[in-house]
């Protein structure tokens, strides 16, 4: 059974920092694609960053060169270092993975998923 399990959420001001940390269990993050997303209220899920299993990154245009995605493959466990936090970066924070190569722009292209760490900054 596949477990991902984020820690690290919490509350900042805006300029502060955290990091994310997503460990896996029943599964290998270099067997495929991991990623972040997040979803503030009322609003839909969005991409925020993904890493390919050879550690090509990728970031959504709100987040680059504040946020680093990088994955420790020997702890099997997924980060996300959020630096300049600014008030819309609140939201709940998901960290998913998904077999294979390719990185999906969809939530539906995740097939696993862990349950959320919330994450809010404050002015």
């Known amino acids: 059974q596949v477990q991902l399990v984020e820690s690290g959420g919490g509350s900042v001001q805006a300029g502060g920092s955290l990091r994310l940390s997503c460990a896996a269990s029943?599964?290998?993050?270099?067997?495929?694609?991991a990623g972040w997303f997040r979803q503030a209220p009322g609003e839909e899920r969005a991409l925020v960053s993904t890493?390919?299993?050879?550690?090509?990154?990728r970031y959504a245009d709100s987040v680059k060169g504040r946020f680093t995605i990088s994955q420790d493959n020997a702890k099997n466990t997924l980060y996300l270092q959020m630096n300049s936090l600014k008030p819309e970066d609140t939201a709940m924070y998901y960290c998913?993975?998904?077999?294979?190569?390719?990185?999906?722009?969809?939530?539906?292209?995740?097939?696993?998923w862990g349950q959320g760490t919330q994450v809010t900054v404050s002015s």
């Open positions: 998913v993975a998904a077999p294979g190569a390719y990185c999906y722009i969809s939530a539906s292209g995740y097939t696993y």
């Open positions: 029943g599964y290998a993050y270099n067997r495929g694609c």
């Open positions: 890493i390919t299993s050879y550690g090509i990154a």
